[in-house]
């Protein structure tokens, strides 16, 4: 089972580490737009931050440009970043290439079973399904997941992790993990919600006056 955040807000990558519980980082180009800051110095802080894979995209269209932007990412940025491709024929052809490299691939934008059983068979170290963009277009996401794990149960020569992103409530965290997806990504936000109770905020408080009163009473 393992926590990513699905962020490139170093401030919030920070935040969660802290915690001790985060296997890794998945960045993508809408959300290097949103950090306002350059691609490749924001990918070195979030892998200096966190020891897991962090993801960083290629931009490229084609399967040339895909690899040759996957490896010069690989020499320029630190060693637990991995290449993340988009799921085209193009895509699978560079995942191919890039895993005989011995480099690891996140395939993304992944919105069908089939999408995901093709990438695990290029050989992608994870694949990510989009949960909350199917769930926009008004269809369940949850069930692709079900789909891919239960394809994969047929095969257990693969060794394509199940990523599920595009992560929208804690509810989608739980359930992805119910039905034994690998990974999950998501932010800071649903990191926060899957940690926190009202009940927990309100019993800490009473203990906290509690013992204010036995500190007073000189009985600490
Ligand atoms: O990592 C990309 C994926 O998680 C996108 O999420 O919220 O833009 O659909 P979202």
């Known amino acids: 089972m393992e926590f990513f955040l699905d962020t490139a807000d170093v401030d919030e990558i920070r935040e969660i580490a802290a915690w001790g519980i985060l296997d890794g980082v998945t960045t993508n180009p809408s959300l290097i737009k949103k950090s306002g800051r350059d691609f490749k110095t924001v990918v070195s802080e979030i892998a200096a931050i966190c020891p897991g894979p962090i993801s960083a995209e290629v931009t490229a269209m084609d399967t040339e440009g895909m690899i040759s932007q996957g490896l010069a990412l690989k020499d320029d940025l630190p060693g637990n970043v991995i290449i993340k491709v988009p799921c085209t024929p193009e895509g699978l052809a560079a995942t191919k290439f890039l895993t005989s490299k011995g480099i690891d691939t996140n395939v993304t934008l992944v919105f069908s079973a089939s999408q995901a059983l093709m990438a695990a068979k290029a050989g992608a170290t994870y694949v990510s399904p989009f949960i909350g963009r199917i769930d926009d277009t008004g269809a369940d ?23 599920a992103a595009s992560i929208r409530h804690p509810t989608h965290v739980l359930s992805c993990m119910q039905l034994g997806a690998h990974t999950v990504t998501m932010p800071a936000k649903i990191f926060r919600q899957l940690m926190t109770h009202p009940l927990t905020d309100r019993g800490l408080d009473g203990f906290l006056k509690d013992w204010a009163e036995v500190e007073a009473a000189g009985n600490a």
């Open 141 to 163: 996401g949850m069930q692709l997941i079900a789909e891919i794990m239960q394809t994969w149960a047929c095969y257990p020569e693969i060794t394509t992790k199940v990523l």
